[in-house]
């Protein structure tokens, strides 16, 4: 099986190795030359540039190179709608119509405005709602909406907050930021602490993709896919208690809040092993004190 892998950032710097070293034939694609250092079997371009005579050998195709967060789609709005939406449904178009696309969508299209303390529904892949907040949202929504009626064997995976160590770290994310904060400033800072998120730790998103890539029968359009459901401030308690640092409230502000129903996928592909929070944060710890100590 020849797989296409789409981006060579945060998430794809840490699926690569994993799906190597599952006996999988992986190419990477990547605009950016200086994330495909040292990778064989990479087309250094823009996956829009991909003709269908470059997709015709894939039989899987996995896409995370959208805009990947709302601050960068804020700054960038027609990139945003262009990138996660136009191209990637004009892309879709044009692989082997059996091959299958598998790509990153978003949990926060289930987002509402926190309000005090009321602890949001967990939404299954049904219950979208159709009133985004902003461009990143907007985008998503849209082509998990064109995808199923313009494209074939494409499946959107509406990820969690995608959270962990990977060789291309993304240091702004709750759970990475909280961590480092920790380990360099001997505190975590915590705001809006009865909001809530679905975290998506990256060893899970690997048992899952792995899994899809595995089966044969046809894939949903849509799978809620992460790891938990928890509140801000929760979160924020069990990351300082492993650390054995004080929590520092900054209050609450107006924000979003979104929790997940993943019964789906897991029936799919099996439940990812339990790991604790605890356990998560050791190994996050592992990867980057060296560094951090160096930095110092």
């Given at each position: 099986m020849k797989i296409l892998l789409i981006g060579h950032g945060y998430?794809?710097?840490?699926?690569?190795?994993?799906?190597?070293?599952?006996?999988?034939?992986?190419?990477?694609?990547?605009?950016?030359?200086?994330?495909?250092?040292g990778v064989e079997n990479a087309m250094r371009c823009r996956y829009q540039e991909l003709t269908i005579?470059?997709?015709?050998?894939?039989?899987?195709?996995?896409?995370?190179?959208?805009?990947?967060?709302?601050?960068?789609?804020?700054?960038?709005?027609?990139?945003?709608?262009?990138?996660?939406?136009?191209d990637l449904l004009h892309f879709a178009r044009r692989k082997p119509i059996n091959a299958r696309l598998i790509y990153a969508s978003t949990a926060s299209v289930y987002s509402v405005l926190s309000d005090g303390e009321a602890v949001p529904p967990a939404l299954d892949e049904s219950e979208t709602r159709l009133d985004p907040m902003n461009p990143y949202d907007c985008s998503k929504i849209?082509?998990?909406?064109?995808?199923?009626?313009?494209?074939n064997a494409i499946t959107g995976l509406r990820l969690g907050t995608v959270c962990g160590a990977s060789p291309q770290l993304r240091a702004e994310l709750v759970f990475n930021a909280m961590n480092l904060a920790a380990m360099r400033?001997?505190?975590?800072?915590?705001?809006n602490r009865h909001s809530h998120r679905n975290l998506l730790f990256l060893e899970d998103l690997a048992h899952y993709v792995l899994k899809l890539v595995e089966l044969n029968a046809?894939?949903?359009?849509?799978?809620?896919?992460?790891?938990?459901?928890?509140?801000?401030?929760?979160?924020?308690?069990?990351?300082?208690?492993?650390?054995g640092v004080p929590v520092v409230d900054k209050g609450n502000s107006t924000t979003y809040s979104f929790r997940?129903?993943?019964?789906?996928?897991?029936?799919?592909?099996?439940?990812?092993?339990?790991?604790?929070?605890?356990?998560?944060?050791?190994?996050?710890?592992?990867?980057y004190r060296p560094l951090l100590k160096a930095a110092s």
């Open positions: 998430v794809g710097a840490y699926l690569r190795p994993v799906l190597i070293r599952s006996g999988l034939d992986v190419v990477v694609c990547d605009q950016n030359v200086e994330r495909l250092a005579a470059d997709l015709a050998d894939f039989s899987v195709i996995l896409w995370f190179a959208g805009h990947s967060s709302v601050p960068m789609s804020l700054r960038d709005p027609d990139g945003a709608l262009a990138n996660n939406c136009l849209s082509i998990d909406a064109l995808a199923r009626c313009f494209a400033d001997g505190y975590v800072q915590v705001s046809d894939l949903p359009p849509i799978l809620n896919t992460g790891s938990l459901n928890i509140s801000i401030g929760e979160l924020a308690d069990r990351i300082a208690a492993f650390h997940m129903n993943c019964n789906k996928i897991q029936s799919l592909c099996g439940a990812a092993p339990e790991i604790s929070i605890a356990e998560r944060c050791a190994r996050f710890r592992e990867a």
